[in-house]
Structures are given as C-alpha cells and as structure tokens.
C-alpha cells in the first residue's frame, strides 16, 4: 500500500494539469494513464530503480553486521603480511567466475599497493572434475615455494586443465617433479583442501568465488568498485 501510494503521489507531481482537469481520482488517474504513458513509465521505473538502490543499501548494511571470522593458518599469503587490509578468497581453479574474480583482486592490489594482502585457500566444488586436481597440484607447487607462480598459470590456462597441464606447469617453474607428484597424492595434501573448504562453509561460503574482506564477506565476482566501497566504509568506520 505505501508503495501504492508513493506511486500516486509521484503521478500527480509528475502531471498536475492533468489532474486540474477531472473531477475524480479514479477519473483523473485513468486520464493521467491514457494521455501520459510516459510520465508512468518514467514514474515506474524512477520508483523501481530508488527501491533497489535502497534495497541494496540495506544489503550491504547486512555486510558489516554480519562479520566472518577466518584464520588465515598455513594458507599463502600474497602481499605485505602486515598489510591493513585482508581479502582472504575461496576458490575453484576450475570456475571462470573464479578466474575473473582474481582478476579483480590483482586490480585491487595493484590499487591499494602495500595496503592489500591476498590469501588463498582452495575450495574445489564437486561438479567441477578437475578443480579438486587443480588444488592439490597448487598446494603441492606450494610445498616448493611456487604456490603463487603456480596458482597463477592455473588461472591463465583455465581451458587446458588436466594432468598433462599439472606436470607441465611443474616443469616451467623448475619444480622437483617427483616431489611434487608424492606430494599432490599426499593425504596432507587432501587434508589442507579439506581444512580450506571446511573453514569457508563455517562462514557460509557455499559456491564461487567467495571472499573475506577484513571481516566482511563478498560472495561472487564482484568489480572493483565494489571492494572499493567496502574499503572506504571500514575505513570510515575506522576513524569514528
């Protein structure tokens, strides 16, 4: 009903000389109707558009009175350790939703330079047959100081992945192949991806890409300007 009626109300200042004319609402709205179909489009989609901007709002209010907790352990760490900002991520190597996601975080780092650091933590999702491969594969690259290097070329050959890839990957960077073939087979390696997934679906991380931003969860391949306004807010937060 309020709804309703910020429609109406939005009609008559929209068109007053129509109104002067009738002598009934239901009249003078039907004649608004027929004589001005655009004025009601125009109406309809400024009221549409205020309410989602304001629905949206209230959404990312939710953002900061529903924080996750994560700890970063083991997990590699992109960036200065002691940066201000956070952007942990649950991801998939396999999802290209992932890929663009990084994408971003690679923006935003460059953006915000030493203020960002970057820490990955696999989350493999099972209708995906060789993300769970592709985990193992990076946290066994990582076991040789390569996680980052690995875990990029993962990204940019997003189409090729497979085992064959795997190994060729490990051979471009120099790795000890047998080490990192007995180490992607490992039950530690297992373990690890576990741990990863485990700690993403305690903060409800369900699909990818999800993201931890100081607290504050980004759930999907956002732009930019999204982590931007979530920088800004805790930095207002900060100052208050």
């Not at 907790?69 to 998939?92: H, L, Q």
């Not at 663009?100 to 650091?117: A, F, S």
Request: hydrophobic residues 40%; neutral net charge; glycine residues 4%.
């Amino acid at each position: 009903m309020k709804r309703l009626i910020s429609l109406l109300i939005a009609i008559v200042l929209l068109a007053p000389t129509a109104f002067a004319e009738e002598s009934t609402f239901e009249s003078l709205i039907l004649d608004v109707i027929k004589k001005n179909p655009q004025v009601i489009k125009e109406a309809l989609e400024k009221y549409e558009k205020e309410a989602a901007e304001k629905d949206k709002e209230q959404e990312f209010d939710k953002l900061f009175a529903d924080r996750a907790e994560v700890e970063i352990g083991n997990s590699p760490v992109r960036g200065d350790k002691k940066a201000e900002y956070t952007i942990i991520a649950f991801s998939d190597f396999q999802c290209p939703f992932c890929k663009r996601g990084d994408d971003t975080i690679k923006e935003v780092m460059k953006k915000y330079d030493k203020k960002v650091k970057y820490v990955f933590k696999n989350f493999p999702l099972s209708f995906h047959p060789e993300a769970a491969p592709a985990a193992k594969a990076v946290w066994a690259a990582g076991k040789q100081g390569k996680f980052f290097e690995y875990h990029d070329k993962l990204f940019e050959n997003q189409q090729k992945l497979g085992d064959e890839l795997f190994v060729q990957l490990a051979k471009d960077l120099s790795l000890n192949i047998d080490k990192f073939n007995k180490d992607r087979a490992s039950d530690e390696a297992q373990k690890s991806i576990d741990a990863d997934m485990k700690a993403g679906q305690a903060v409800g991380i369900q699909g990818t890409p999800g993201f931890i931003l100081n607290g504050i969860k980004i759930l999907g391949a956002y732009p930019v300007e999204h982590f931007d306004k979530v920088i800004l807010r805790l930095e207002t937060t900060a100052k208050k």
